[in-house]
């Protein structure tokens, strides 16, 4: 517990009542959050129950997808998809910190024998849908992130240049036309006269937002990033949306 919450004692976002840390979010609110154990490596797609311990999926053996890891502790819904709909919403600050908090553990656990990327990534907004919220929510939790494992943020370096309808309201098919070459990898002009772009971005980045569900949109902004040098992607979510029923996401 930080010092000061001794004596500013965080408000809960969920239940209003003190939560007794530094951090907006009481431990009673945080155990009815949903974890995803046993959760595949690569895609963080929920392991069907029963399941012993983390496998590949089939999906992603069958067709790998350009990132490597997928980090991805809790499955989205309520109460966590309170907080998650706060980060888009208002200034998202209380929120980021909650997500972040939660996060920077999870994958400190997770590559506890392993390298962890050389910089981190938000995922971008386009500059109309940026302007409209006032602020990226990725880039709140990244930076949070950033801190807790003492790894640097890259602001700007990915840009979504195509508005495009949310995700939320459509279809698998439909998100990867969505999103299909809606990302670039921002160049100096240095860069461009030269062709320098791949010697510019780290080796090993890990992309950052808040929840992923097809994963649609982090496919698109990973192969941008692999065209522009990078070699390898990781990704790193707060959580992943449930398995499919009725052609209908679990949230």
């Not at 069958?62 to 819904?77: E, K, L, Q, R």
């Not at 949109?217 to 070699?231: I, M, N, Q, Y």
Request: aromatic share 4%; net charge positive.
């Amino acid at each position: 517990m930080n010092v000061l919450a001794g004596f500013f004692p965080g408000i809960c976002v969920l239940c209003r009542r003190r939560s007794r840390c530094d951090v907006d979010l009481c431990p009673e609110c945080e155990a009815a959050f949903e974890h995803n154990e046993r959760a595949c490596p690569v895609c963080a797609e929920p392991a069907t129950p029963g399941s012993a311990s983390p496998e590949i999926c089939g999906a992603c053996i069958v067709s790998p997808p350009p990132w490597t890891i997928t980090v991805a502790p809790f499955i989205y819904g309520a109460p966590l998809s309170r907080v998650v709909e706060g980060l888009k919403s208002g200034n998202g600050l209380r929120e980021a910190r909650i997500l972040g908090g939660l996060l920077g553990p999870a994958i400190r656990t997770r590559y506890r024998r392993d390298v962890l990327p050389d910089a981190l990534i938000a995922m971008p907004l386009t500059r109309r849908r940026r302007r409209q919220r006032g602020y990226n929510q990725a880039e709140l939790l990244a930076s949070v992130v950033g801190r807790v494992v003492d790894r640097p943020v890259l602001k700007g370096k990915l840009v979504r240049t195509r508005h495009s309808p949310p995700q939320r309201t459509l279809p698998r098919s439909a998100r990867l036309r969505n999103v299909r070459g809606a990302f670039d990898v921002r160049r100096t002009v240095r860069e461009r006269v030269f062709a320098r772009t791949a010697e510019t971005m780290p080796k090993r980045v890990a992309l950052v937002d808040d929840v992923t569900t097809t994963g649609a949109t982090v496919r698109a902004a990973s192969e941008t990033l692999r065209a522009a040098g990078v070699e390898e992607v990781h990704v790193w979510v707060a959580a992943k949306t449930g398995p499919v029923r009725d052609g209908r996401f679990v949230a």
